[in-house]
Nanobody
């Protein structure tokens, strides 16, 4: 299995940026699709973005398209989520997830491995 640890969360003003990192250990990171999810207070967890094993395919929720960018560095066993133009409604705990899958499809559900989450708070 793979272990995931997120970092990079914090408090930022609306319009600001943050970059989240997801450090993986265990199985070869390059065999896993990586997704980012978030859970806002009182809401269900929702899909944010995902990237396939090679980095050649990415997908985003409509709410973050054009503002967030997902990427990965397989040599460093790390995934990233660059978040720009942040809004108060982006406030949530952000989770990194991984699923062993080496296709080109973007997975929005069915992830097997999860990190502990990192808090992102956007003030207005």
């Amino acid at each position: 299995q793979v272990q995931l640890v997120e970092s990079g969360g914090g408090l930022v003003q609306a319009g600001g940026s943050l970059r989240l990192s997801c450090a993986a250990s265990g199985r070869p990171f390059s065999a896993y699709e990586v997704g980012w999810f978030r859970r806002a207070p009182g809401k269900e967890r929702e899909f944010v973005a995902a990237i396939n094993w090679s980095g050649g395919s990415t997908g985003y929720a409509d709410s973050v398209k054009g503002r967030f960018t997902i990427s990965r560095d397989n040599a460093k066993n790390t995934g990233y989520l660059q978040m720009n133009s942040l809004k108060p409604e982006d406030t949530a705990v952000y989770y990194c997830a991984a699923n062993r899958y080496m296709g080109t499809a973007i997975l929005r559900t069915g992830y097997d491995y999860w990190g502990q989450g990192t808090q992102v708070t956007v003030s207005s």
